[in-house]
């Protein structure tokens, strides 16, 4: 039972002091990162966007309260939620409904307090270890950015799989969080393959708590080569996770760049995948501001940046075109291309 929940974890990731003194750090810089560095919107105690987030989730406009339960003193106030911690053997992911303190609506921040706090069950552990200090969080996008000290996560193996997991989930229990970044010491947290983790979703789960294995598919995957003149194809064998898309998967791991040395990512750096959905053949891809704003320039730049998505995705049965908006809405123009328009797959670009 270990070993198939050890090639579970393994599949999900390759696609994913006290309690007190790890708060008491962060109660005491209200904003900023804990380095004296100025806030940039993804770090420092800002946990902006949570309520404008919850109007969108209720898709009616209307803004609903969590649900507190009861005052308790000055601004904070009884909130129930969704804890997840795992157990003592790392088998699975147990969900514990707490009513936990939440101070000036700082329900992100108090989860990881409780996180830290730990289960209070002999059969579960805490997930974040002692020593560990909460240098930063914020939301962006729908995604809670959350910088963590270097004591996170404590250990390798199963216990940093699930450490992270228990994150993950309880966090994206809470209205307006799709997803979850983590950071140690400011910088993206890396995975067991060398990259960046990224925006990571919750973990699909079994009755028993158990992260339920994804899809492996072999798809083709296309980088620029050294001049930025052609398109390579690379292909490999990925994960599509329980509960996401093959379109996202691709997108994603396409993100992550090339493995073979003389091939380049021609995606922007920093760009963020924000959405993406196939309707009547043309699969629609929302990227952050950064897809545009951070282009090199240049005609080869732009048309390597707009076929690497295009030719990947077209890869892909039922797509025939990619239509490209920019944090939901249509842009005309990339840097020199008309960009407001599906776009259909191009050969020529292909090196032969």
């Not at 105690?45 to 649900?67: C, I, L, M, Q």
């Not at 004591?151 to 390798?156: A, H, K, N, V």
């Not at 990224?198 to 083709?220: F, H, N, Q, S």
């Not at 030719?311 to 840097?335: A, C, D, P, R, S």
């Amino acid at each position: 039972m270990k070993k198939q929940f050890l090639v579970a974890m393994i599949i999900i990731l390759c696609t994913s002091l006290t309690a007190c003194s790890l708060f008491n750090k962060a109660a005491e810089t209200v904003v900023g990162n804990g380095s004296g560095q100025p806030d940039d919107g993804e770090t420092g105690f800002v946990e902006t966007g949570t309520d404008a987030a919850a109007d969108e989730k209720n898709g009616d406009g209307s803004s609903e309260e969590p649900d507190y339960t009861q005052e308790a003193d000055g601004d904070t106030k009884m909130v129930k939620v969704t804890l997840y911690f795992p157990t003592i053997d790392n088998s699975a992911l147990k969900k514990v409904e707490k009513e936990i303190p939440v101070a000036d609506k700082a329900i992100l921040k108090a989860c990881l307090t409780a996180l830290a706090e730990g289960p209070g069950e002999p059969a579960l552990r805490k997930p974040i270890p002692e020593g560990t200090e909460l240098l930063g969080i914020s939301i962006k996008d729908r995604t809670a950015i959350v910088d963590l000290s270097g004591e996170f996560p404590g250990s390798s193996g199963l216990d940093e799989v699930t450490s992270r997991l228990s994150i993950v989930n309880t966090l994206t229990e809470i209205d307006g969080v799709d997803k979850v970044r983590l950071r140690i010491e400011g910088k993206d947290m890396i995975g067991p393959g060398g990259k960046p983790l990224g925006d990571m979703r919750p973990a699909l789960l079994d009755e028993e708590g158990r992260p339920v294995p994804g899809e492996i598919k072999t798809v083709v995957l296309y980088f620029s080569d050294s001049q930025a003149m052609y398109l390579v194809g690379e292909t490999r064998d990925i994960e599509i996770p329980a509960g996401v898309s093959t379109e996202e998967a691709v997108v994603t791991e396409l993100m992550a760049g090339p493995r073979t040395d003389d091939l380049w990512g021609a995606i922007p750096d920093d760009t963020r995948l924000l959405s993406v959905a196939t309707k009547n053949g043309v699969c629609t891809v929302d990227f952050s501001r950064e897809y545009i704003e951070n282009s090199p320039g240049g005609t080869t730049a732009e048309r390597m940046a707009i076929y690497s998505v295009v030719n990947t995705l077209t890869e892909l049965e039922g797509i025939q075109k990619v239509q490209f908006l920019i944090e939901g809405k249509k842009e005309k123009i990339y840097t020199h291309a008309i960009f407001d328009e599906p776009f259909a797959r191009n050969e020529d670009i292909i090196a032969k």
